[in-house]
């Protein structure tokens, strides 16, 4: 099994490694402002996965990344570009004006080499994809959709809020206007799946048009309403030994070239409930490097605070 990691399409695509410096653009969520709902999907913690992210308006652009690249310069050498990674909420939910002044802000930067875009498929309308159409002629444009799973009553029950039409829409439609990297957002151990319906929702990304997936473990977080069914005893979370397994079942499901951009997942720990395993870190990623080295694949994970790409 030859699994494509992020390194390796970054290498290929800019010739050497590629750093991320996460960005909070100050977005909320059609799930949150009661467009779609509130209190936005079940998991989904105040931070909206933007726990290590800066905060940044138009006018604060430039000097967040010059913070994030000194800061991963001080570790280490050899970086021959940096991605602009708007993480936090939904990263096309706002007026156009306003993305373009904070998306041209990113793609100015002389270090910047592509632009990462986290949102959902709901949140692709025609101004918004002809806003990405044009940036993505000034540099590439990375758009990460948050899909978590293909099956209806799971998706009703964490409130993802759109069908999954939606989602092979926005394939298409960021396809079709040469987006050159999409990437699919699973989680791994949702409430109520088996590992055939987790394998099955990697299956079909694979065969969605993307180009990329990112599986996340599902973690527990203090003030989600995943959290009360919980503690309410509804559901269980996976073991380590569980998750490794339900990946290793995964990774061979992925074709050599859809590329591999997480094994695992981060979250603040000191609003993490379950699983409590997953904390350590270190544990985890020597987990998950024994589990492939067995597969024979020469792919090596790591993970740091400082995302490598």
Known sequence: MHITRTNDYTIQVFGGKIYKIALDGGFTCPNRDGTKGYGGCIFCSGQGSGDFAASVTADSVHDSI??????????????????????????TYAPVARLRELFMAAVSEEEVVALSIA????????????????????????VELGLQTIHPATAEYIRRGYDLEEYDTAVINLKKIGIPHVITHVIIGLPGETEEMMSDTVRYVVRSGADGIKLQLLHVLKGTDLALDYADGKFDVLSLDEYIEILRKCLKLIPEGFVVHRLTGDGDKRELIAPLWSGDKKKVINSINKMINETGSNFLFHKKKDEEQ
Do not use: H, M
């Open 66 to 91: 010059r913070e994030g690249i000194r800061r991963i310069e001080s570790k280490v050498r050899n970086v021959e570009g940096y991605i602009a990674y708007f993480q936090a909420f939904t990263n």
């Open 119 to 142: 949102t959902r498929p709901d949140c692709l309308g025609e101004e918004v994809l002809e806003l990405l159409k044009e940036l993505n002629s000034i540099k590439p444009i990375w």
